[in-house]
């Protein structure tokens, strides 16, 4: 399984970014798939996700300016972020597991995900 992101960049606070992450050889039809971010220094924080059934999860910090999506034709996760501001300042990553019910749990936790992606650097100047 190979997950990769690209997408990211510098912007300034307010502006817009669309992180995309194309996923291959992953054949699991019930599956889990997400985002999360990361500072250094720090864990690694759940922000979006989103199961097989079209369900999607966000973190309150996000809510309102970020949508997690998925083309399956291409399979490729999308997160589209708005309003962005200095603290959304991370490294993101797109990350994959299997899920027995074709949701993802409540608890965006990052632990039970099998695949990540290389990341991509977001940067948010004030």
């Known amino acids: 399984v190979q997950l990769v992101e690209s997408g990211g960049g510098s912007v300034q606070s307010g502006g817009s970014l669309r992180l995309s992450c194309v996923a291959s050889?992953?054949?699991?039809?019930?599956?889990?798939m997400g985002w999360f971010r990361q500072v250094p220094g720090k864990g690694r924080e759940g922000v979006a996700t989103?199961?097989?059934?079209?369900?999607?999860s966000y973190a309150e910090s996000v809510k309102g300016r970020f949508t997690i999506s998925q083309d399956n034709a291409r399979n490729t996760l999308y997160l589209q972020m708005d309003t962005l501001k200095p603290e959304d300042t991370a490294m993101y990553y797109c990350?994959?597991?299997?899920?027995?019910?074709?949701?993802?749990?409540?608890?965006?936790?990052?632990?039970?995900?099998?695949?990540w992606g290389q990341g991509t650097q977001v940067t948010v100047s004030s």
């Open positions: 990350a994959a597991r299997p899920v027995a019910l074709w949701t993802c749990p409540q608890t965006m936790n990052s632990a039970p995900f099998s695949y």
């Open positions: 989103i199961g097989s059934d079209g369900s999607t």
């Open positions: 050889g992953y054949t699991y039809s019930s599956y889990c």
